[in-house]
Nanobody, 114 residues
């Protein structure tokens, strides 16, 4: 059973920054593309960023230029650096393979509010 543990969320003012982390328990992490997903209240869970095993990244238009995804294969960890946060970024953030392969973790809440 693969475990995904997200952390780093919190309450931040508009324009602020957060860095999310996600540790996986699988050694197959290194050969999988990974994604960061988010789910706002009442909405579906959507992919916002992805990274290939070779660290090529892709982002949805709404976060381009503000979010940066990276990975550390030695630590089985992916990161999401979020800058210039907006209220519309408020959501629970999750990581998983891209496309998703494993059971979802508990996520980490990001709230952007003044």
């Amino acid at each position: 059973q693969v475990q995904l543990v997200e952390s780093g969320g919190g309450l931040v003012q508009p324009g602020g920054s957060l860095r999310l982390s996600c540790v996986t328990s699988t050694s197959r992490f290194r050969v999988n593309a990974m994604g960061w997903y988010r789910q706002a209240p009442g909405k579906q869970r959507d992919l916002v960023a992805s990274i290939t095993p070779g660290s090529f990244t892709n982002y949805v238009d709404s976060v381009k230029g503000r979010f940066t995804m990276s990975r550390d294969n030695a630590k089985n960890t992916v990161y999401l650096q979020m800058n210039s946060l907006k209220p519309e970024d408020t959501a629970v953030y999750y990581c998983n393979a891209q496309p998703p392969l494993w059971n979802w973790g508990q996520g980490t809440q990001v709230t952007v509010s003044s």
